[in-house]
């Protein structure tokens, strides 16, 4: 067996690629990262990003409330949770493609229409090279992150690149 690097599924010995987030699993790739960056990217975990505590509305919170406490709070999201759970993500994105010049027309409807719908999540210990990767291909601006199946945090690609900086900026030479 193969631990992905990324996402630490197993692969089957010989794989060219990970079953699960499809990274290259070629030996290159797994046991020689190119930069010091990249090799902290593959070992550290979300929980050193220190996932924001997220703001939360209730499912039936109409619109324009929302939008409100995004616009107090100065925050791209809201995490919408019913009873403890977690049921949808509603973007600065999702407030342009699908509210946009109508958006004072939904203003009383539930942001339960507008959000998106079982949102992609992650876990404090899953690699910020995996969160990446997912954020990359999914084009994600935001991602909850769950602590033993609970919303704990948010992380966004601010996060990330913050993250990012601070390695590079460490100038520790390329490996
Ligand atoms: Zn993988």
């Known amino acids: 067996m193969i631990i992905c690097p990324y996402c630490e599924a197993e692969n089957i010995e010989g794989a060219d690629e990970c079953g699960d987030c499809n990274q290259p699993l070629s030996e290159m790739s797994i046991r020689v990262p190119a930069t010091s960056v990249e090799a902290d990217l593959l070992r550290d975990r979300i929980e050193r990003l220190w996932p924001k505590t997220p703001s939360t509305v209730p499912s039936d919170m109409p619109v324009g409330q929302v939008l409100k406490k995004m616009v107090d709070e100065t925050i791209g999201c809201v995490m919408v ?8 993500i509603f973007s600065e994105r999702d407030a342009l493609m699908k509210l ?6 939904f203003f009383s409807k539930p942001i339960s229409q507008f959000m998106t719908q079982q949102p992609v999540t992650l876990a ?15 084009g994600y601006r935001h991602i909850p992150i769950l602590f033993n199946g609970k919303l704990a945090g948010v992380i966004s ?16 030479p390329v490996r």
């Open 81 to 88: 949770v019913d009873q403890g759970e977690l049921v949808g």
């Open 100 to 105: 946009n010049v109508d958006a004072a027309k």
């Open 157 to 172: 690609i601010r996060d990330i690149l913050r993250y990012l900086t601070e390695r590079i900026a460490s100038g520790r």
């Open 124 to 138: 404090t210990n899953d690699k910020i090279a995996f969160a990446l990767h997912k954020m990359n291909v999914g």
